[in-house]
């Protein structure tokens, strides 16, 4: 860390309150270079420590410098890991300029949730890998992804990885395999490739960063987190009772076809569904809690918009069975 002669606690703590901030405001429908080094000089807001100013690149480094950082992960018995880092030079910055254009929120909302994971992925290693700030990069590139994500209707959690030191070691690991794979196709580290590829050769048991993202969940639909809500909120209100229930999330449903219009045919097959299938019958009931809503949230969750026929075909005891 850059400041390191003022206490690093304080400079976490206001690091996390100057996200926060972040976190309530809406990402420019064009994200380019001023975007990133205005996020980095807010985030270090009411941090000053001379020879640094926060929103401004480091210099380039000298042509066949050997950029590389390492850390320490306590969940792996401190085993300790390598990651190659840019020159910040101009070639450099013109694929950092580039990544973020492919970051603009309404080329990723039309995305499933794979595919949305395998691009956020792509362009967060891109810049992670350029690293041109002094210090906060990473703390920078995850509340710009976050930000982008949340307008291209997309919840990228965080927070559930920081929660737990083995998965943020996890992720220090994915980091550090996507940022010696780009430098591996980077000319200006050609004279550290046999380094670089024992780098990675000692990764090789960890997860990349998308598999990472996908495997913990971290990222969901937020219309999906909507339904959950929805959901929840219609099992406390209907205090087991099935058809206030049905009734309850047949209005929610309706609600959050007005939110989220795009996934309106989806919502109507279920509405219809609960009004031909669920009736005072428990058996109906359960198995629209334990089978039907479950595999409905599934689909939404992967970011698909409709649902097949054949998803709500399941056999539900009815009264009249």
Known sequence: MFFQNINEDLVIAANTRNIRKLRKETIPATINRETVLELNRRIFAGIEVAGYTPGT???????????????????????QIFSMRSLVDEAALARFDQALTELTPN??????TSEFIAQISAIY????????????????FRTLMEMAAHEAGFDL???????????????????????????LKDPAQAHVRESVENMLEALSDQRSLSELLAQEEIV?????????????????AASHEPMRFKQHLSQECRKLSLQYPEITEALTQLTC???????????????????????????????????????LSQSVPTSNQ
């Open 157 to 183: 959690n965080w927070d559930h990885i920081a929660s737990s030191q083995a998965l943020r070691d996890a992720l220090y690991c994915a980091r550090s395999i996507e940022a010696n794979r780009l430098a």
């Open 107 to 112: 080329r990723l909302k039309p995305l499933s």
């Open 273 to 311: 569904f609960m009004e031909a299938k669920i009736t005072n019958d428990p058996r109906g009931y359960h198995t629209l809690l334990h089978q039907v809503l479950p595999a409905f949230y599934r689909v939404i969750a992967s970011g698909q918009t409709t649902i097949t026929p054949e998803l």
């Open 125 to 140: 290693a891109r810049l992670d890998y350029t690293h041109p700030f002094w210090d906060g990069n990473s703390r920078t």
């Open 220 to 236: 969901t639909p937020i219309r999906a987190l909507a339904l959950i809500k929805a959901i929840q909120e219609s099992f406390n």
């Open 57 to 79: 690149f480091r210099p380039a480094s000298a042509p066949g410098a050997f950029n590389i950082s390492s850390r320490n992960l306590p969940s792996q018995s401190n085993r």
